[in-house]
């Protein structure tokens, strides 16, 4: 599936949630985010997930477990002031198994993130409010248009913050604050 986002930064959280709710947003979850990264150790470069765009994620959503591979669409970013990943996500019973078969073939924890996640959808799109340490509170929009995406930041009068492309490392490093890594 296509996934475009873009995060708006230090944003009024109480504001924007009350203009989503007088729209009938439907709150869909809201709870606690453990994220562990993998890839292929730096000895086989070749293979690296990270150096060719891609990710892998195994994630720890409230109770549920999801892993995900993405790939990076950089073409898409700078068209429609996005960021587009082609993302696959499954759900699977047993994240410590799951891991363990990770580490088998080659794969290792290379990074990970903890955050506080607030969920609203309205009209198929998902507003996701996340809290990190020492970070301040941001928006992700989702939708797999760049264009809608862009009207729903007029619609919400977000046009006054600061708007960022790129995944959480990008947040982290805009804020100097250390991801925490394996290595």
């Known amino acids: 599936m296509l996934e475009k986002e873009i995060k708006i930064l230090e ?8 203009k989503l709710l007088e729209m009938w947003a439907e709150k869909t979850f809201e709870g606690f985010i453990h994220d562990v990264y993998y890839d292929f150790p730096d000895d086989a470069p070749k293979n690296k997930m990270d150096a060719n765009g891609r990710m892998f994620r195994l994630r720890k959503k409230g109770e549920e477990h999801i892993y995900t591979i993405k790939n990076k669409r950089k073409e898409v970013k700078k068209a429609e002031w996005v960021v587009a990943k082609d993302e696959h996500e499954t ?9 363990k078969v990770l580490e088998k073939y080659g794969m290792e924890k290379i990074r990970e993130k903890k955050k506080h996640r607030v969920s609203y959808k309205l009209d198929g799109l998902e507003f996701d409010f996340d809290l990190y340490d020492w970070i301040p509170e941001l928006l992700e929009i989702e939708w797999p248009d760049g264009d809608t995406i862009q009207s729903w930041v007029k619609k919400l009068g977000l046009e006054k913050y600061e708007q960022m492309l790129g995944g ?13 890594n394996f290595d």
């Open 91 to 99: 759900p699977i019973s047993n994240i410590e198994s799951f891991a």
């Open 11 to 18: 944003i009024n959280k109480q504001e924007i949630v009350e």
């Open 168 to 180: 959480s490392r990008k947040i982290f490093k805009h804020y100097w604050v250390d991801y925490l």
